[in-house]
Nanobody, 120 residues
Framework: QLQLVESGGGLVQPGGSLRLSCSAS????????IGWFRQAPGKEREGVSC????????NYADSVKGRFTISRDNAKNTVYLQMTSLKPEDTAVYYC?????????????WGQGTQVTVSS
């Protein structure tokens, strides 16, 4: 069964950048739409971005459009989330999972998450 592991989180100042990675093991994710989701303290988990299996279709939450970019390298079995112009409100635990692109909804194969903290 596919396992997803997130990495790349950390502490960054407002306006800074981070790149998150979602690496797959035990199976290929080449045909699976993969997305990023986040959950801030006291808030519900929300969809951030999702990319189709071939990488030809993407979707973003309005709150991150123009700042975040999702991409994938199927040869490396990895999906990335490049985050720029980070804001304190981007602080959350970020998860990757299989997703429904148009609905920006996670389905299964949830990772354990990586913490992103935006603070001066």
């Amino acid at each position: 069964q596919l396992q997803l592991v997130e990495s790349g989180g950390g502490l960054v100042q407002p306006g800074g950048s981070l790149r998150l990675s979602c690496s797959a093991s035990r199976a290929t994710l080449a045909t699976i739409a993969i997305g990023w989701f986040r959950q801030a303290p006291g808030k519900e988990r929300e969809g951030v971005s999702c990319i189709s299996g071939e990488g030809d279709s993407t979707n973003y939450a309005d709150s991150v459009k123009g700042r975040f970019t999702i991409s994938r390298d199927n040869a490396k079995n990895t999906v990335y989330l490049q985050m720029t112009s980070l804001k304190p409100e981007d602080t959350a635990v970020y998860y990757c999972a299989a997703c429904h692109v148009s609905l920006l909804r996670g389905t299964y194969y949830w990772g354990q998450g990586t913490q992103v903290t935006v603070s001066s």
